[in-house]
């Protein structure tokens, strides 16, 4: 593999930071790490665009007891039920459910339906993460 060498310029606080948070995420050097990230930014870039078809997964926490929010969530599950591939529930208490709903679609779908569930009353936290785009 052809590798190019480009300089990057820090602040000296900035890289401080970098430093400390590749160290905790278990890189061997900034490289890794700067790689990642533009990685991560040209995958984004491209859902985000060119409606490309991606697979990932929805995390919500929700208070079942507020606002029919479980009602709701089984709707909005059924009218995206053609992006919707699996569903995971956890009960982490007496009114705490977690549940992840595992999706494919385009960005621009699944990052809708993310936003419907979020809107919801009872949804404490919903995040949407892609894990890959679909290679045609």
Known sequence: MVVERVGVSFEPELLKKFDVLIRK???NNRSEA???LI???LIESEVKENGVEVIGAIGII?????GNVTNRLLHLQHQFSRNI???AHIHMNKRTCFEVLIVRGSFKKLKN???N???LKGVN????????KIKS
């Open 62 to 66: 929700y208070n079942h007891d507020k």
């Open 113 to 115: 339906l993310a936003d």
């Open 39 to 41: 990685r991560k930014m």
């Open 117 to 119: 569930i979020n809107a």
């Open 125 to 132: 936290n919903g995040e949407l993460f892609i894990a890959t």
């Open 25 to 27: 995420k278990g890189y």
């Open 85 to 87: 591939l699996s569903t």
């Open 34 to 36: 700067i790689r990642d």
